[in-house]
C-alpha cells in the first residue's frame, strides 16, 4: 500500500493528451512539492518534473506539472509511442521523516 | 557527467547479508546526499533512508531499520548499502541516487543491483 495514490494505468492514442493523478495528504504533497520519476521498461527512473512544476534540462516541454492542495498532476501532451512507460510521484514525508511514492502508473500508447 | 555505477547481481540465502556498492563520479563526492531505494519485482518505489558522505550520518526509514546499515568511503567515492536477515521479500532491484540534501530533489540515480533472495 503506496502512501501517494495513482492511477494503476492510463491510455491514450498518439498525439493526444493524458493526466496521472497523484493523491497524498497534508503531511506530504500538501506542504512540499511534488516530483515526478518516468521508468521506461528494464531501467533505472529518470526525473521527469520537479518541484512539482519544473522540467530538468533535456526534457521535453510535452511534459508539464501541477499541485493542488494535496494532489499533483502530471500532464503529457502529444503523446508519442516512447512515452510507453512507468510514471512514478514522490514528495517529502514530515510524519514519517522520508520519501514515499505513489504505486505507480502505466501509461500505454494505443 | 555525473555517474553512479552499482555492483553486479547477487544471490543470497534467507538470513544471509548483502552489500551493495555504488561508485560515483563527475561530481563532488561529498557535495551530495545518497539515497537508497529498492523496488520488488513489478512493485512500485520504496525509500530506504540516506547517507550524508560528507559527515557519515545516516537515516533509516522505519521499515528498514535494525537491518540495514549504510555506509561511504570517501577515498574511493563509493556509498555501500548493507541489509542483513535477508528475507524472501527482500528480493528486488536496489538503486542508489543523489540528492543535493536529505529533501532535495532526487535526480539521478544508478542503474541498480538485483538482489535475490532464495534458498
Known sequence: ?110 | QVQLVQSGAEVKKPGAAVKVSCRASGYTFTGYYIHWLRQAPGQGLEWMGWINPNSGDTNYAQKSQGRVTMTRDTSITTAYMELNRLRSDDTAMYYCARASSVRGVISYWGQGTLVTVSS
Not at chain 1, 32 to 48: E, F, M
Not at chain 1, 89 to 101: I, Q
Open chain 1, 1 to 110: 500500500q503506496s502512501v501517494l495514490t495513482q492511477p494503476p494505468s492510463v491510455s491514450g492514442t498518439p498525439g493526444q493528451r493524458v493526466t496521472i493523478s497523484c493523491s497524498g495528504s497534508s503531511s506530504n504533497i500538501g506542504g512540499k512539492t511534488v516530483n515526478w520519476y518516468q521508468q521506461l521498461p528494464g531501467t533505472a527512473p529518470k526525473l521527469l518534473i520537479y518541484n512539482s512544476n519544473q522540467r530538468p534540462s533535456g526534457v521535453p516541454d510535452r511534459f508539464s506539472g501541477s499541485k493542488s492542495g494535496t494532489s499533483g498532476s502530471l500532464a503529457i501532451r502529444g503523446l508519442q509511442s516512447e512515452d510507453e512507460a512507468d510514471y512514478y510521484c514522490a514528495a517529502w514525508d514530515d510524519s514519517l521523516n522520508g520519501w514515499v511514492f505513489g504505486g505507480g502508473t502505466k501509461l500505454t500508447v494505443l
